[in-house]
């Protein structure tokens, strides 16, 4: 149970950080940011569109592009080709981007502190309608061109870079600058800035193939989550293992006949009796506290075990001879000191008789 909740619990938590990883890893598919066109402070209309940083990610290709909303007047559409100019600058300051933005459209010298990142300048035209497809279209669409006033407008859209990257975090653009080179008589309803991301390697799985993405993700964050679990388990049990090791080390090499080693004695017996026929000392008292006991009753036994062996000990054959000899001289001596008389026969029967008693 606990290794199954602890298994379920990094599964979840891997889950979490491959999402945490996808929101930071993957770029916004597409970036827009309105421009408000300036007219009458320069010769032509311009705009700054302020980026989000956050929304665009280092080391990644956009391609940027800006779309016009005009009506197709007769000055738009006599206007022929104009140019339009794109500024990718570098301003963490978006309260002066606007002053220096003022500048640049009157003298086009720089930006002052500003740096610029990127620069571009496409032409533009407007898309050319012969006169008699026009009729023709207004004659047949009549309700169309009578109740939708999106008939007569136009979206222009321009392609100003490709595959434009930014190497570092530092290096992302803040603002972007467009210039529309046409004069003041160009009319336009509405300008947008777009960057597009073009997405390749292991971005382009993560959007076209997400589920199997997220999936592989969640089961290689779950796997590394466990390797590395693991591993710090196995030195935390080595580590925590070094004391125990030690005290059994202690308790072996401690010295034979102390409590210790009596009590595993104890043990061992079970309430076996011993050789002599004494019963042996039950477990109980040794873990009751009757230690004092077990020592003299020890100390006790090692004395009776060592009288009985001294009284176990046989005589040498050696000394056995010498007593039956020390006899014999004696009862010859006494027979010597009694020849000539008839003292000799009756001493000697008297010696015999006391040594049989003596045997007896």
Same mark, same amino acid.
């Given at each position: 149970?606990?290794?199954?909740?602890?298994?379920?619990?990094?599964?979840?938590?891997?889950?979490?950080?491959?999402?945490?990883?996808?929101?930071?890893?993957?770029?916004?598919?597409?970036?827009?940011?309105?421009?408000?066109?300036?007219?009458?402070?320069?010769?032509?209309?311009?705009?700054?569109?302020?980026?989000?940083?956050?929304?665009?990610?280092?080391?990644?290709?956009?391609?940027?592009?800006?779309?016009? #909303?005009?009506?197709?007047?007769?000055?738009?559409? %006599?206007?022929?080709?104009?140019?339009?100019?794109?500024?990718?600058?570098?301003?963490?300051?978006?309260?002066?981007?606007?002053?220096?933005?003022?500048?640049?459209? @009157?003298?086009?010298?720089?930006?002052?502190?500003?740096?610029?990142?990127?620069?571009?300048?496409?032409?533009?035209?407007?898309?050319?309608?012969?006169?008699?497809?026009?009729?023709?279209?207004?004659?047949?669409?009549?309700?169309?061109?009578?109740?939708?006033?999106?008939?007569?407008?136009?979206?222009?859209?321009?392609?100003?870079?490709?595959?434009?990257?930014?190497?570092?975090?530092?290096?992302?653009?803040?603002?972007?600058?467009?210039?529309?080179?046409?004069?003041?008589?160009?009319?336009?309803?509405?300008?947008?800035?777009?960057?597009?991301?073009?997405?390749?390697?292991?971005?382009?799985?993560?959007?076209?193939?997400?589920?199997?993405?997220?999936?592989?993700? #969640?089961?290689?964050?779950?796997?590394?989550?466990?390797?590395?679990?693991?591993?710090?388990?196995?030195?935390?049990?080595?580590?925590?293992?070094?004391?125990?090791?030690?005290?059994?080390?202690?308790?072996?090499?401690?010295?034979?006949?102390?409590?210790?080693?009596?009590?595993?004695?104890?043990?061992?017996?079970?309430?076996?009796?011993?050789?002599?026929?004494?019963?042996?000392?039950?477990?109980?008292?040794?873990?009751?506290?009757?230690?004092?006991?077990?020592?003299?009753?020890?100390?006790?036994?090692?004395?009776?075990?060592?009288? @009985?062996?001294?009284?176990?000990?046989?005589?040498?054959?050696?000394?056995?001879?010498?007593?039956?000899?020390?006899?014999?001289? %004696?009862?010859? @001596?006494?027979?010597?000191?009694?020849?000539? #008389?008839?003292?000799?026969?009756?001493?000697?029967?008297?010696?015999?008789?006391?040594?049989?008693? @003596?045997?007896?």
């Amino acid at each position: 149970m606990l290794l199954a909740s602890g298994i379920g619990t990094l599964l979840g938590i891997a889950a979490l950080s491959s999402a945490l990883f996808f929101q930071a890893y993957l770029p916004h598919q597409v970036v827009t940011a309105p421009v408000y066109l300036q007219y009458g402070s320069s010769s032509n209309p311009y705009g700054v569109a302020p980026l989000v940083a956050s929304r665009m990610k280092a080391l990644q290709d956009y391609d940027v592009s800006v779309t016009f #909303t005009m009506p197709r007047s007769p000055a738009n559409l %006599d206007r022929g080709n104009f140019m339009v100019s794109l500024h990718l600058i570098d301003s963490g300051d978006q309260n002066t981007v606007g002053a220096r933005a003022d500048e640049f459209a @009157r003298s086009h010298i720089g930006f002052g502190v500003s740096k610029v990142l990127f620069s571009s300048r496409r032409p533009v035209l407007m898309p050319y309608v012969d006169p008699l497809v026009s009729l023709t279209s207004r004659v047949l669409l009549m309700a169309y061109h009578l109740l939708s006033s999106n008939s007569q407008r136009h979206t222009l859209t321009v392609k100003l870079a490709e595959r434009v990257s930014f190497g570092k975090d530092s290096l992302k653009p803040a603002a972007a600058y467009i210039e529309v080179e046409a004069g003041q008589d160009i009319q336009i309803y509405s300008t947008q800035l777009t960057l597009t991301a073009q997405l390749r390697g292991l971005r382009y799985l993560m959007v076209h193939y997400r589920l199997l993405t997220y999936i592989v993700f #969640t089961l290689l964050f779950w796997f590394f989550e466990v390797l590395f679990m693991s591993a710090a388990w196995s030195a935390w049990s080595s580590y925590t293992s070094l004391p125990a090791s030690g005290s059994k080390l202690r308790i072996r090499e401690s010295a034979p006949g102390d409590a210790t080693d009596l009590g595993n004695e104890l043990e061992h017996d079970d309430g076996d009796e011993d050789d002599d026929g004494d019963e042996a000392v039950p477990r109980g008292a040794f873990k009751h506290g009757s230690s004092p006991l077990l020592k003299r009753e020890s100390g006790i036994k090692a004395e009776e075990t060592f009288e @009985r062996s001294l009284a176990d000990i046989p005589l040498a054959g050696a000394e056995a001879d010498d007593e039956d000899e020390s006899e014999e001289e %004696d009862g010859k @001596r006494q027979i010597v000191s009694g020849k000539g #008389t008839s003292y000799s026969k009756e001493g000697e029967e008297t010696v015999r008789s006391r040594v049989s008693q @003596r045997f007896v």
